[in-house]
């Protein structure tokens, strides 16, 4: 992918859409911000959305009011319900594409695979028409990372919210002062408040030493 601030290397495949700028430190400056944006339980809402829950369930109406109830619980702060039911709706999906399981429907599976890439690559694209400063960091299937002038910042989210209106997603902004990435699935973002997240293996077993 090339913008016309700058490039990142992406990949299409049956795992989704992804792509990075490998083993970078990236921080913000007085002029530009590195934002992520992040779209709620991507999978189970592309199945409801869209029509792609697997045919053999037998009440699709009761799975969107299952995937309902978690983000009202991880609005809410309650991460141990939100979690618990994470682990459910998303293995709805995998189900789909798995040989032998009651809800395999290879069809749907690779519907929401195909769909959520090309929803994906229709923001991109949008946001690299809309906005000359933009420079994209991480692009994974779910979510975006990038950099931009703070001119820039507002047109950004008008962009963002049109597609939501688009596709019946919702997305989740956070705003980094620092990023440290080693690939795709791998790197540490850090707020301005000196809150993080971690995405991957390589940095997210950090309890008990001193990564913290």
Not at 127 to 144: P, R, S
């Amino acid at each position: 992918l090339r913008s016309s601030y700058g490039s990142c290397p992406v990949t299409y495949a049956w795992g989704g859409v992804h792509g990075a700028k490998p083993c970078v430190i990236i921080e913000e400056t007085e002029d530009r911000v590195i934002i992520n944006q992040d779209v709620a339980s991507l999978y189970p809402n592309s199945m409801i959305n869209f029509g792609y829950t697997s045919r053999s369930m037998a009440d699709p109406e009761a799975y969107a009011k299952l995937v309902k109830r978690r983000i009202e619980y991880k609005h809410a702060g309650d991460k141990t319900r939100a979690n618990a039911l994470k682990l459910v709706v998303n293995t709805c999906y995998g189900a789909m594409l798995s040989t032998g399981n009651g809800l395999n429907d290879r069809l749907g599976g690779r519907s929401v695979c195909i769909t959520n890439q090309l929803a994906m690559s229709i923001l991109i694209s949008d946001l690299c028409k809309g906005c000359a400063t933009i420079d994209f960091v991480n692009i994974n299937t779910d979510g975006i990372m990038f950099t931009i002038d703070r001119k820039e910042v507002e047109r950004s989210e008008e962009i963002v919210k049109d597609w939501c209106t688009l596709t019946g997603f919702e997305m989740e902004r956070d705003d980094f002062a620092k990023v440290i990435q080693k690939d795709v699935n791998n790197y540490i973002g850090i707020k301005a408040d000196g809150h993080f997240k971690t995405k991957g293996g390589y940095v997210s077993l950090y309890d008990g030493g001193t990564f913290k």
